[in-house]
C-alpha cells in the first residue's frame, strides 16, 4: 500500500496521473446546504433527478456554496454574518481549507471562482468602515487570500462571473456588524446598488433601483450577458414594488412582475436552462414567480411551502423547500425527489469547465 501510495505521488508531481474530476465525486449537478433532522449541518451533492450523491458536514448553517470549475472541490459559505468558509473535497469529505475573514470583516455567504478555477472571489464587510469588500484568494496555491478590491458600495451579497470574465456584484445597501447580530442598521439611508467590475476592481457600471428600500440581494447571468435581480423590501410589505429585474450593461434596469404576493422577501433567483424564463423564489410566501423574459409577464406561480433554491435544470428550472422536496416546473404530481433534509436558501448549479 504504501509503494502504491508513493507510486501515485510520483505520478501526481510528474504531471501523468490524470486530475480528479467531479465524476469521481459522483458526478453532482448541483450543491446545496442543509439542515439534518438532527440539527446537524451539511453540504450535499445532488445529482440532476435529485438523488443524493455526496453529504459533507459543515462547522454551522451554512447559506450558498460555490463549485470549482473542474476539481471536485466546493467552497461552503457561512450564513452572513458569519466569518468562515471552507473548502472541501467533495470526493471523501476532507477539508482542503479554511477561510477566515480578515480582522473587522464577515463574510455574506457567497462567492465565485473565476473561469479557470484559478482564483476565489468572495463578499465580505469592512464593518468597521461599513463598505463592502470583494476578498480574492487564490486556489492553485491552498486558496491563500492575494487581495481585496472595493465593491463600491454597502452590504455586497451576491457576485456573479460575467461571461467576459468580469464580476457583477449585488451591494444590498445594509450595513451590518457581527456585535449585533443581523440587525439592519441603517435602513433609513440605505443605497442599494449593481456594479460590475472588472478583477482589479474598476468600476465597469453601475446603477441603483428606482427604490432604495429595494435591497439588491441575489443574481443570475444569462450566457448572452443578461442579469436577473432578486430584491429584498425593507419598507411596508403592502407597498413593496417589482422585486425582480434584468438588466444589461448599459440599459436600464427593467423591472418584472410586481412585489404582491412575495411578502417582501425574494430568496433565490434564476434563468432557465434555455434562457427565455427567469424564476424568483419567496419562501416567506410559499411562491416563486416565473416570468417570460420577452414580455416581463408572469408566466407561472409555483405554490410550495418554504420553497426557495431554484437553478437552471435541462431546459427549465428545479427548485427545492425546506421540507426536503425537490421539483420541476412540468412534474404537477409528486416531487422528484424527496430527503429527510431542510433544505438551505439557495441550489448551486454545478457547471463543469
Not at 451539511?42 to 435529485?50: F, P, R
Not at 467576459?164 to 443605497?191: C, F, Q, Y
Not at 478583477?199 to 441603483?208: A, F, K, M, N, S
Not at 431546459?315 to 422536496?325: C, L
Amino acid at each position: 500500500m504504501a509503494s502504491r501510495r508513493r507510486f501515485l505521488a510520483g505520478l501526481l508531481a510528474t504531471g501523468l496521473a490524470p486530475l480528479p474530476t467531479w465524476a469521481d465525486a459522483g458526478d453532482p449537478s448541483f450543491l446545496s446546504a442543509a439542515r439534518t433532522p438532527g440539527g446537524d449541518y451539511v453540504l450535499v451533492g445532488l445529482d440532476d433527478a435529485g438523488a443524493e450523491r455526496f453529504r459533507i458536514p459543515l462547522p454551522a448553517r451554512g447559506h450558498a456554496a460555490a463549485a470549482h470549475p473542474t476539481r471536485p472541490e466546493a467552497v461552503a459559505f457561512a450564513r452572513r454574518p458569519g466569518t468562515f468558509a471552507v473548502v472541501l473535497d467533495c470526493r471523501n469529505g476532507d477539508v482542503l481549507a479554511q477561510l477566515n475573514c480578515p480582522q473587522g470583516r464577515h463574510f455574506y455567504g457567497h462567492g465565485t471562482f473565476d473561469g479557470l478555477g484559478d482564483l476565489l472571489f468572495t463578499t465580505e464587510n469592512d464593518y468597521r468602515a461599513g463598505q463592502g469588500r470583494i476578498g480574492i484568494w487564490d486556489a492553485r496555491r491552498g486558496y491563500v487570500r492575494i487581495g481585496e478590491i472595493a465593491s463600491h458600495g454597502v452590504g455586497p451579497h451576491d457576485l456573479r462571473l460575467m461571461p467576459d470574465g468580469t464580476l457583477v456584484v449585488a451591494n444590498g445597501g445594509i450595513d451590518t456588524h457581527p456585535a449585533s447580530g443581523r440587525e439592519k442598521l441603517n435602513i433609513p439611508t440605505m443605497r442599494p446598488n449593481l456594479t460590475y467590475l472588472d478583477i482589479d476592481g474598476q468600476v465597469l457600471d453601475q446603477l441603483e433601483p428606482s427604490h432604495y428600500h429595494a435591497s439588491i440581494r441575489h443574481l443570475s447571468v444569462r450566457t448572452d450577458g443578461l442579469v436577473g435581480i432578486a430584491m429584498q423590501w425593507q419598507g411596508e410589505v403592502a407597498e413593496a414594488p417589482a422585486l425582480a429585474a434584468t438588466h444589461l450593461r448599459g440599459e436600464d434596469m427593467r423591472a418584472m412582475g410586481d412585489g404582491s404576493g412575495l411578502n417582501g422577501y425574494v430568496g433565490s433567483i434564476a434563468f432557465s436552462g434555455e434562457g427565455s424564463q427567469l424564476a424568483i423564489t419567496s419562501p416567506r410566501a410559499g411562491v416563486a414567480q416565473v416570468f417570460d423574459i420577452t414580455t416581463g409577464s408572469v408566466a407561472q406561480l409555483v405554490h410550495e411551502v418554504d420553497i426557495c433554491g431554484v437553478a437552471a435544470w435541462r431546459s427549465e428550472m428545479i427548485f427545492t423547500s425546506g421540507q426536503g422536496a425537490i421539483f420541476d416546473l412540468a412534474n404537477s404530481g409528486p416531487p422528484n425527489a424527496m430527503h429527510d433534509l431542510t433544505w438551505d436558501n439557495h441550489l448551486v448549479k454545478i457547471i463543469p469547465g
